[in-house]
């Protein structure tokens, strides 16, 4: 490892859970982030200073007035601008040291599937059951783990699905079938901060799968109560069932 990096990494390096070999890791890294809202403003910008060594930036949408009360990695001088390459902007001047990929259309299905194979982690920063019912599909194909989580109002969840292991539920496993569009946050509202907290959870859930430390949420869903400031866990299961992960629909698509 530089120097320089030693420096600027000094306080992973100091953890034990971490040490100079867990940084590399980082450091060594791929991380595709689909969303740069209010998810992925926050994911994107701890997971560039903490040194992840490629990060993928998709989205496109553009830069929304509305949208700077949360989503932090834009600024009032990017409005109307791509928030891909928004974004880019914003953590290349945190982080000169690391590869910084924008993508600022809109992925095809093929696209999105080589994107997610290519990535050691794929955090599901998107705000709707459509995009992560895909996303999901694709990470359960190329057996990449997947780190989704959501936020409305006051509220927020989460969940890691360990795909490169046989026994890990899917995104699917646990929400079942594609219901509309559901609920979103220009309809409904968000508390700003809430999607810090999620977007924040979602970046330590990849650290932690990269360097291999601690216990993650695969098979735990993570709901947070931000009126009340409450945390609860429930357990769940991978679904034999399940149209996308389970052996026997697979086998019986091929058939
Ligand atoms: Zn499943």
């Known amino acids: 490892m530089k120097e320089a990096d030693k420096k600027r990494y000094s306080r992973h390096i100091q953890l034990p859970h971490v040490g100079e070999e867990g940084q590399q890791k980082l450091l060594d890294s791929r991380v595709l982030?689909?969303?740069?809202?209010?998810?992925?403003?926050?994911?994107?910008?701890?997971?560039?200073?903490a040194g992840i060594g490629c990060l993928v930036l998709s989205d496109f949408d553009r830069v929304d007035e509305s949208n700077l009360q949360r989503q932090i990695v834009h600024t009032t001088d990017s409005i109307g601008n791509e928030k891909a390459l928004s974004a880019q902007a914003?953590?290349?001047?945190?982080?000169?040291?690391?590869?910084?990929?924008a993508i600022d259309w809109a992925l095809d299905s093929q696209e999105l599937k080589e994107q997610i194979d290519l990535a050691d982690v794929v955090l599901d920063c998107t705000d709707n059951f459509e995009s992560r019912?895909?996303?999901?599909?694709?990470?359960?194909?190329?057996?990449?783990?997947?780190?989704?989580?959501?936020?409305?109002?006051?509220?927020?969840?989460?969940?890691?699905?360990l795909l490169n292991r046989e026994d890990s539920p899917c995104y699917r496993c646990?929400?079942?079938?594609?219901?509309?569009?559901?609920?979103?946050?220009?309809?409904?509202?968000?508390?700003?901060?809430?999607?810090?907290?999620?977007?924040?959870?979602?970046?330590?859930?990849?650290?932690?799968?990269?360097?291999?430390?601690?216990?993650?949420?695969c098979g735990r869903l993570l709901l947070f109560d931000g009126a009340n400031l409450e945390f609860q866990s429930m357990k769940?299961?991978?679904?034999?069932?399940?149209?996308?992960?389970?052996?026997?629909?697979?086998?019986?698509?091929?058939?």
Not at 33 to 49: E, H, K, T, V, W
Not at 135 to 156: K, Y
Request: aromatic share 4%.
């Open 33 to 49: 982030i689909i969303g740069m809202g209010g998810l992925g403003s926050p994911a994107s910008m701890y997971l560039a200073s």
């Open 90 to 101: 914003t953590l290349k001047r945190l982080n000169p040291g690391i590869d910084i990929i």
């Open 133 to 161: 019912f895909e996303i999901n599909q694709s990470c359960v194909e190329t057996r990449t783990p997947l780190v989704s989580g959501a936020a409305i109002r006051t509220d927020g969840q989460i969940s890691t699905y």
């Open 174 to 217: 646990l929400y079942g079938e594609v219901t509309g569009s559901g609920e979103s946050c220009a309809a409904e509202g968000i508390l700003a901060p809430v999607v810090g907290v999620i977007g924040t959870i979602q970046a330590i859930e990849a650290i932690k799968i990269i360097a291999g430390i601690g216990t993650t949420l």
């Open 236 to 255: 769940f299961k991978k679904d034999p069932e399940c149209p996308a992960c389970s052996r026997t629909s697979a086998a019986v698509e091929a058939v």
